[in-house]
């Protein structure tokens, strides 16, 4: 069998002279560029840098030094094609068995505050993807190498076989096409966003996604549907898709949807909170002491819709609170961890999935930080509507108070506990609350007006008392109707986005009924 070649050309240098060296150990002649040909240099490995393989020196600041029939026609040739070996032959080519490259870092780059054009077009590589393709299409001959994660495996294999199999080669020529189509659209993205003046789009001229199959999913929304679930290449932490399963059966499409809501409203609280999640909607949230205290005030809020639910707590379960848990049918349970106790409780419930994860660190300034997307997407037909992600957040210096009557300090802390619950319910949303939990809760209707009058329906079904209660509406009231509903169920104080044409319609109406009110200038619509 014939020395093998490798070409070891990259910008990241994690793991590249422990990979080399074992190379050099199985006897493979080694070819490199730049700065990765002195460090192998200077460890004391043979290398053969490619100006000197080529007979043509690098030049034009390193811009031109592999794009060369020696360096393409050595990865592109077949050895099967008698005509190949022969063509490579007369002109003295020789054959490039393995090529380890990662790419010049456009993503790290231009991620950087005050990236400047200028740098952003110097770091878009040229050589590094063309290699790649050209080695990547001929897979069968060639071992293509774009992460550091591929090494360990490529050297067992040669150290027990000699070679590749034909396995690994394609598996290693696919995860070298989708490296060059990320890498292609994360420069799509940003020079396609750079606006006339200079400044940067936030929504690029051309926008290209880039996700990572996690698991083909049983069905999706519904049975006769396929379905799998994707994440980002750079999954931010704290987010859904970092979770790691501990028990039960297989997430669905469904569990999916609805975990993701429940983990991301109860992400909002500091206090330690619960949330119930059913059909996308939160049915039951509470902060409390403790997790179990949370889960029980949650539980109150609506115990029928709570049957099958999703549950996720910002807390670690413990056996008081996984004790309580267990008396329900629960779909999926979610939480930042679980005590050895808590998961001795579930181990008998072999359906009931548990999902750990992490929650982002505290004092995150950007959404990826928070754990949290920087855009949502809604595919219609034959498009996509893309947005920024609702991530506001209000504070309390941020109310007007609009009504005679002033909200107590108890009162803005049961506002600001229904705003936040609002937020993720769907809209048209009500969301009755009161000493830190939610009393009623009405999502998805077409009227304002019926959400109220659910959320009080739903209350009074669970034995709640509303009188006293703060009420959220994530959008302006557009009559005072919607207001003498909820101030005739109990409401003391309510907290909306102001806005109408008819808002002094619906002040004096708070005025006359004896309710304080306060706007937030902000609305937080969810379809």
């Known amino acids: 069998m014939s020395q093998l070649t490798a070409l070891i050309s990259v910008s990241d240098k994690t793991g590249i002279l422990e990979f080399a060296q074992a190379l050099h150990g199985l006897g493979v002649k080694l070819l490199s560029t730049g700065g990765t040909a002195k460090l192998l240099l ?12 080529t007979g043509f020196p690098e030049m034009l600041d390193g811009r031109v030094k592999t794009l060369h029939p020696k360096i393409h026609g050595g990865l592109l040739a077949r050895r099967d094609l008698p005509e190949h070996v022969a063509a490579i032959q007369a002109h003295g080519i020789a054959t490039i068995d393995i090529l380890a490259v990662n790419l010049y870092p456009f993503e790290a780059t231009v991620a950087k505050p005050g990236c400047t054009l200028e740098d952003a077009i110097e770091n878009i590589d040229i050589g590094g993807p063309a290699m790649v393709r050209s080695a990547a299409k001929n897979w069968k001959d060639v071992t ?11 050297l067992a294999e040669l150290k ?8 690994t080669r394609f598996a290693c020529s696919v995860a070298a096409f989708n490296r060059i189509a990320q890498y292609d659209a994360a420069i ?3 020079l396609s966003a750079i606006n006339e003046d200079g400044s940067h789009n936030a929504f690029p001229g051309q926008m290209n996604s880039s996700f990572v199959k996690v698991q083909d999913l049983r069905y999706g929304e519904n049975s006769h549907q396929s379905a799998a679930l994707y994440r980002d290449l750079y999954p931010a932490p704290g987010s859904l898709v970092t979770g790691k399963q501990l028990q039960g059966k297989e997430l669905s499409y469904n569990n999916i949807a609805d ?5 991301e409203c109860v992400k909002s609280f500091e206090a330690p909170a619960c949330v119930i999640v059913k059909h996308a909607n939160p049915c039951g949230v509470a902060v409390a002491a403790t997790a179990a205290e949370a889960y029980a005030k949650a539980f109150k809020t609506d115990p029928t819709s709570a049957f099958g639910g999703i549950i996720a707590f910002n807390r670690v ?4 609170a996984a004790e309580l848990v267990v008396k329900q049918f629960v779909e999926v349970l979610m939480a930042p961890g679980f005590t050895e106790e808590a998961k001795a409780v579930f181990a008998p419930k072999v359906n009931v999935r548990l999902l750990q994860i992490e929650l982002p660190a505290a004092g995150g300034k950007t959404p990826w930080e928070q754990g949290r997307n920087a855009q949502d997407s809604k595919r219609v037909g034959s498009g996509i509507l893309i947005q920024s992600a609702d991530n506001h957040f209000l504070q309390k210096s941020d109310l007007k108070v609009v009504t005679t009557l002033q909200p107590s300090a108890q009162q803005l802390d049961d506002l600001m506990f229904a705003w936040t619950v609002a937020q993720y319910v769907k809209s048209n949303a009500i969301v009755f609350c009161g000493g830190g939990m939610t009393l009623g809760v009405g999502a998805g209707q077409m009227s ?11 209350a009074a079904n669970a034995g709640l008392a509303l009188q006293g209660s703060a009420v959220a509406s994530d959008a302006f009231f557009p009559f005072r109707d919607g207001l003498d509903v909820l101030a005739d169920a109990g409401a003391s104080c309510v907290i909306q986005p102001g806005g109408s044409m008819r808002d002094e319609e619906v002040i004096a109406a708070a005025n006359e009924r004896g309710i304080a009110m306060v706007f937030t200038g902000i609305r937080h619509f969810r379809h």
């Open 317 to 320: 379960v413990d056996k008081a």
């Open 160 to 167: 027990s076989a000699g070679k590749t199999s034909d396995k």
């Open 259 to 263: 975990a993701d809501a429940a983990w």
């Open 188 to 190: 799509s993205n940003y």
């Open 42 to 53: 200077e460890a004391g490995l043979p290398v053969t840098e490619v100006a000197q393989h």
């Open 144 to 154: 293509v190498l774009t992460d550091a994660s591929q090494y360990a495996g490529v």
């Open 448 to 458: 304002r007006v019926d959400s109220t009058k659910i959320a009080a329906i739903k």
